[in-house]
């Protein structure tokens, strides 16, 4: 098993993640077998009860695993399929190192954070080895950037990790930031030197830095950053802000053939990578042949991270139909005080993400009628599957004041509704249903036909309330179909109209499985029908 760290310096958001997950994807591409691991050293267990105003999107894993969104970039890039074993947290390691200290697993000694904290960071290096014993290579991201006192003990445990598996094992890259100083007309390598410094005091070499810039990275700078940072001439990499789109970094990084000095670092003998099914992927996003507007009605539209998966899906649906995807982000709670015509306006699909609360939910209330009643495609998903539920609850079976009993507790119609045995449960955390399960797809259904035929999918989950079955026949009789239902419990997944061009809503998250060249069916459906646009003329079924 060989072993990539990586880590970064300078500033965050450098796309240190995606850094991370292109190498993925170029070592894939070598025929090499990747894993990816985040490690985030903030004290949370994990990032489930955490704001999206702090986080951004919350990214579950098969296994439930609520996780870091830089997950899904590894997941989406690479064919690896993580685990909790993927994303560790410092609040999970002082938690896993205390209750070992209860249980008197310590046996008398003082626990210390050295050894017995960054024990517990390298045992997670080890799991995931012991979980993925096919794997070649495992790349763990450390979260944050280097100096943060939170990332020390990772750090440390990395070092020590490096000195017990062989430095020859291991290969660390280092992240930083190339400003360029406009009034001087110059690019500034000091930020670069000064951060690799840091690294070095902490008794850590990298053996390759990537220098994220604006511009090309002339050989005097190289020659200048080598010198400094101790780091041979070739292992300076450029990585330069992309034109069109993230999945462009693969193929940037391989300019300076980033996945050559890896593999050469870590004594890895395979052969330079075919990148043609990626850049034939890049070129249709680049180039697409048609255009179509989709409005993502939610409540934190204003955030670039919040609903990532659900953006990055849509793109890779349109890339797979030639289409570029312009997304108009609409507040939900606008539509609440004016005509949903007017603020949703001329789009050709409508999309409803997962969401929680009861801010802005009338307003999604109205973008799902609006929706319907024009016969612009819907796509709803589960927050945006709920809404569609209550919108027809109260619009065509006339069940007034319809409501989830999540935003009305004393509604007369709890048309979605939390299962019996959930309720009294009080913890705000893990409570939820979460991660992979089977559904049963109904044949003859368009959800049927968007899966191909597939009777039985599976797709991950993560949200409380369910559709109440007590109301099943009545809005199956007003013409609310239900396509999909869960293998074991039978709780409605997928809800779907018939006289509508295209109207789904789905309980699960469909989001979490989209990867370029292999769209979701329900996206890839969604803007196909999007695409023909002839919504205008066909309005669904009415009240
Ligand atoms: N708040 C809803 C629930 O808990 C929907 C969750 C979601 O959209 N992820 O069921």
């Known amino acids: 098993?060989?072993?990539?760290?990586?880590?970064?310096?300078?500033?965050?958001?450098?796309?240190?993640?995606?850094?991370?997950?292109?190498?993925?994807?170029?070592?894939?591409?070598?025929?090499?077998?990747?894993?990816?691991?985040?490690?985030?050293?903030?004290l949370n267990v994990d990032p489930g009860t955490m704001s999206p105003y702090q986080h951004g999107e919350v990214y579950v894993l098969n296994d439930g695993a609520e996780t870091d969104l830089d997950l899904g970039h590894y997941e989406r890039f690479t064919n690896c399929v993580l685990t909790r074993f993927n994303n560790l947290t410092s609040g999970q390691v002082f938690e896993n190192v205390i209750k070992k200290e209860r249980r008197g697993e310590y046996l008398g000694k003082t626990v210390q954070f050295i050894p017995h904290v960054t024990d517990e960071i390298k045992a997670r290096i080890h799991d995931l080895s012991d979980q993925n014993p096919e794997v070649d290579v495992i790349i763990t991201e450390i979260g944050g950037t280097v100096g943060d006192i939170e990332g020390h003990l990772f750090l440390e445990a990395l070092r020590q990790?490096?000195?017990?598996?062989?430095?020859?094992?291991?290969?660390?890259?280092?992240?930083?930031?190339?400003?360029?100083?406009?009034?001087?007309g110059e690019i500034k390598t000091k930020p670069t030197q000064q951060s690799v410094a840091k690294l070095r005091e902490i008794g850590i070499q990298p053996d390759i830095v990537i220098c994220r810039t604006e511009h090309d990275l002339d050989d005097d700078n190289r020659r200048k950053i080598a010198?400094?940072?101790?780091?041979?001439?070739?292992?300076?990499?450029?990585?330069?802000?992309?034109?069109?789109?993230?999945?462009?970094?693969?193929?940037?990084?391989?300019?300076?053939?980033?996945?050559?000095?890896?593999?050469?670092?870590?004594?890895?003998d395979s052969p330079t990578p075919d990148l043609s099914d990626w850049?034939?992927?890049?070129?249709?996003?680049?180039?697409?042949?048609?255009?179509v507007t989709i409005a993502v009605v939610g409540k934190y539209i204003e955030l670039q991270d919040a609903y990532k998966s659900i953006y990055e899906s849509l793109t890779i649906a349109g890339a797979a139909h030639?289409?570029?995807?312009?997304?108009?982000?609409?507040?939900?709670?606008?539509?609440?005080?004016?005509d949903p015509s007017v603020i949703i306006?001329?789009?050709?699909?409508?999309?409803?993400?997962?969401?929680?609360?009861?801010?802005?939910?009338?307003?999604?209330?109205?973008?799902?009628?609006?929706?319907?009643?024009?016969?612009?495609?819907?796509?709803?998903?589960?927050?945006?599957?709920?809404v569609a539920t209550v919108e027809f609850a109260r619009n065509v079976c006339n069940l007034e004041g319809a409501h989830t009993t999540e935003c009305n507790k004393k509604t007369p119609h709890p048309v979605i509704s939390l299962q019996e045995e959930q309720k009294g449960i009080k913890d705000m955390g893990a409570t939820m249903r979460l991660g992979s399960?089977?559904?049963?797809?109904?044949?003859?259904?368009?959800?049927?036909?968007?899966?191909?035929?597939e009777q039985l999918i599976k797709e991950r989950h993560r949200h409380r309330y369910e559709f109440n079955p007590a109301y099943l026949d009545q809005l199956s009789e007003a013409g609310l179909?239900?396509?999909?239902?869960?293998?074991?419990?039978?709780?409605?997944?997928?809800?779907?109209?018939?006289?509508?061009?295209?109207?789904?809503?789905?309980?699960?998250h469909p989001e979490f499985q989209s990867k370029p060249n292999r769209p979701h069916p329900l996206f890839s459906g969604f803007i196909e029908a999007s695409l023909k646009s002839t919504w205008r003329g066909s309005p669904g079924p009415q009240a």
């Open 481 to 508: 179909i239900i396509s999909s239902v869960s293998a074991e419990e039978g709780l409605v997944e997928i809800i779907e109209l018939a006289d509508h061009p295209f109207y789904i809503g789905a309980q699960f």
């Open 437 to 453: 399960c089977d559904s049963l797809v109904h044949p003859g259904t368009l959800a049927a036909n968007l899966y191909g035929g």
């Open 1 to 42: 098993m060989k072993y990539i760290f990586v880590t970064g310096g300078v500033v965050s958001s450098l796309g240190k993640g995606l850094a991370a997950a292109s190498i993925g994807t170029l070592l894939e591409h070598r025929g090499l077998r990747v894993t990816i691991q985040k490690f985030d050293p903030y």
């Open 227 to 268: 010198m400094f940072c101790n780091v041979e001439h070739r292992n300076i990499v450029a990585f330069r802000d992309v034109k069109h789109s993230i999945y462009e970094c693969p193929l940037d990084l391989r300019r300076d053939k980033i996945d050559r000095l890896v593999v050469d670092n870590l004594g890895i």
């Open 161 to 184: 990790f490096s000195l017990e598996v062989g430095r020859a094992n291991t290969c660390f890259i280092h992240v930083t930031l190339l400003p360029l100083i406009r009034a001087a």
């Open 345 to 386: 306006g001329d789009v050709d699909g409508i999309l409803i993400p997962g969401g929680f609360g009861d801010r802005g939910i009338e307003g999604k209330i109205l973008a799902a009628q609006y929706a319907r009643t024009t016969g612009i495609p819907y796509l709803g998903i589960c927050l945006g599957m709920q």
């Open 322 to 338: 030639h289409a570029e995807v312009t997304i108009v982000r609409i507040d939900s709670e606008t539509i609440e005080t004016a």
């Open 279 to 291: 850049e034939n992927f890049v070129e249709r996003l680049i180039n697409p042949q048609h255009k």
